[in-house]
């Protein structure tokens, strides 16, 4: 499955717009990343227990979004986003979208 954050891609052109896809997942955080995190906190650097989980989190949404559009016929998506939002204390969305197209090679 081709993606892409633009608009069109370079060496394909869009045949067909098939609609809005998306996907998305909620994570929580864990207690005991949260210590680690609170330690790291205090004498600095990356925080690399939620830069992985964040990661994770990006590559479920993106897999869900692929299957949405695959579902649909598609063979690519354009203006591929991604957003955050909290649900409650101590979790947050992520939330992946685009446009499910057809498309065809250049010649």
Do not use: P, W
Not at 65 to 75: H, I, L, N, T, V
């Amino acid at each position: 499955m081709l993606t892409t954050t633009q608009d069109e891609f370079s060496d394909y052109e869009i045949v067909e717009t098939l609609g809005m896809v998306k996907g998305n997942t909620i994570r929580a955080r864990h207690v005991g990343k949260d210590i680690l995190a609170g330690l790291r906190n205090l004498v600095g650097g990356e925080i690399t227990e939620y830069t992985k989980m964040l990661a994770e989190s990006r590559e479920q949404a993106l897999d869900r979004m692929m299957k949405s559009a695959e579902g649909m016929g598609a063979d690519a998506i354009v203006c591929v986003r991604f957003t955050t939002a909290g649900v409650m204390q101590g979790s947050a969305e992520l939330l992946a979208y685009g446009t499910a197209v057809k498309v065809r090679k250049k010649t």
